[in-house]
Each structure stands twice: as structure tokens, then as C-alpha cells.
């Protein structure tokens, strides 16, 4: 068994493609169906994330998605410049390890991890 995707139901799939293709930089790997997608964005040969759009009520308590940063500051800057606030952190648990949490236009948890050498 191989880790495929994650499904994402959203109220609006243009504000989400603008926040994951446009602000987090993921390629779209394929779009699918009408206006509402599905749409997969990350590496065509990784693991993807999927967006539905028209979802009335998405929740998703507990629930993040993380990805690996060069420099967390630099990521932290460009989601701010688009208008999106950190929910918390910079936190470092160790000393190779930098992470803070963005809330997707929907409310998803977003983990931005920088791992450093020592």
C-alpha cells in the first residue's frame, strides 16, 4: 500500500488553488470534472493534496498538513504578505527542528517545518 493523497472539501476551490498553487507554491498535477474539481496539486510522482470545492461547512478540527520549508522565515513572510496569519509558534522542541502553524482559507491547520543541522 502507497500514501496517494489527501482530500480536502473547501468552500471555494479558486481561493484554495490561489492559497496552495499560489501562495505555497504546489504545482497542479491534474484537474478534474466542472468547477468544483476535483483538483490534485503537489509532485506528480508524490504523494497530492485534492480539492472539492462547494463544501458548506468544512471542519477540520485536529487536523494539519505539513511541509518542509528551506527557511521558515522566508515561508512565514510570503503567507503573511498574502494575508494569512500565523496561528501559532515559530516553536522549536530541539535544536534541529523550527516549525509554525497558518490557517488555510478554510481553517486547515498548515505546518511549516525548517529542519536544521545540530
Do not use: C, W
Request: charged residues 20%; aromatic residues 10%.
Amino acid at each position: 500500500m502507497q500514501y496517494a493523497h489527501i482530500t480536502l472539501r473547501v468552500r471555494d476551490l479558486e481561493k484554495s488553488l490561489a492559497f496552495y498553487q499560489g501562495v505555497l507554491g504546489l504545482p497542479v498535477v491534474r484537474r478534474l470534472g466542472g468547477p468544483n474539481g476535483p483538483v490534485f496539486l503537489g509532485e506528480t510522482a508524490g504523494p497530492t493534496i485534492e480539492l472539492i470545492g462547494g463544501a458548506e461547512d468544512p471542519r477540520f478540527a485536529g487536523f494539519s498538513i505539513g511541509f518542509t520549508v528551506d527557511s521558515l522565515a522566508e515561508a512565514e513572510k510570503r503567507l503573511e504578505e498574502a494575508g494569512f496569519s500565523r496561528i501559532r509558534g515559530p516553536l522549536s522542541p530541539n535544536p534541529s527542528v523550527v516549525f509554525s502553524f497558518f490557517g488555510d482559507p478554510d481553517g486547515v491547520e498548515i505546518q511549516l517545518v525548517e529542519y536544521r543541522n545540530g
